[in-house]
């Protein structure tokens, strides 16, 4: 389910070949091997700023998960700020900060490298911008859906929602702050024509391909619980 979303929003919301000249690369599939190729010629991926935000995009999930899983298992977190809520507020303001150094190393790896050609021109830019645009949608409105404590992990904390949210953007697809979040990366590297900005993305895409499948379940476990001690006490 992960990876036909992650196709959704790379290959059928933006195609990019369709902006990268693939006139000498071979026909079918290896058309998408030879954009790589393309890609890995104007990126130093040794270079420190692009290491580094590859880092933040990595630590980031694995911060927040491995938290959050102790949080579940041990409430010494509830415990130290004698509230679940209090606690949970404190795990989101460290993830949001954490985001922001990663869109700050992000942008940094992009603009320490060269810019495509084929890429910079207005029509691939309106396109970065419309994805941009979408991008934000997504993540906004799955905030306002969710809240607070159900965008930062409350579940773990024990701060339970009664039932599934399934209002826009959740009848659209599963996990649309993520896929958002892909989105907004996507298409702020297609605005400054950067191939590093796209490897990048797709790392990013990457990484929450691994997230969901290492959270969904965990997640779906604890909801489980809460209906099978619901059913016991009825």
Not at 12 to 19: G, N, R, S, W
Not at 57 to 65: E, G, K, R
Not at 173 to 187: E, H, K, Q, R, V
């Amino acid at each position: 389910m992960a990876g036909s979303v992650i196709a959704g929003t790379w290959e059928h919301t933006f195609p990019v070949h369709t902006l990268i000249n693939t006139e000498d690369c071979p026909p079918c599939g290896l058309a998408d091997l030879c954009v790589m190729t393309r890609l890995l010629g104007y990126v130093d991926i040794s270079d420190p700023r692009f290491v580094a935000a590859v880092l933040a995009i990595t630590f980031n999930p694995l911060f927040w998960n491995v938290v959050a899983r102790w949080e579940q298992k041990t409430r010494k977190l509830s415990r130290a700020f004698r509230s679940p809520y209090l606690a949970c507020y404190s795990l989101g303001c460290a993830i949001l900060l954490l985001n922001f150094l990663r869109s700050h190393c992000f942008t940094q790896a992009m603009l320490s490298q060269p810019k495509m050609e084929s890429l910079d021109n207005p029509v691939a830019y309106c396109v970065g911008l419309a994805l941009l645009g979408v991008g934000t949608v997504f993540v906004l409105s799955s905030f306002f859906a969710l809240g607070f404590t159900g965008t930062f992990l409350g579940d773990y904390f024990g701060i339970l929602k009664e039932a599934r949210v399934t209002t826009f953007p959740f009848n659209l697809l599963d996990n649309p702050m993520y896929w958002g979040s892909t989105a907004n990366y996507l298409g702020w590297a297609i605005m400054h024509a950067s191939p590093a900005g796209l490897l990048l993305t797709m790392v990013v895409a990457l990484i929450y391909v691994v997230a969901v499948l290492y959270e969904e379940p965990f997640t779906a476990e604890i909801y489980r619980q809460k209906a099978s001690q619901s059913h016991k006490r009825s």
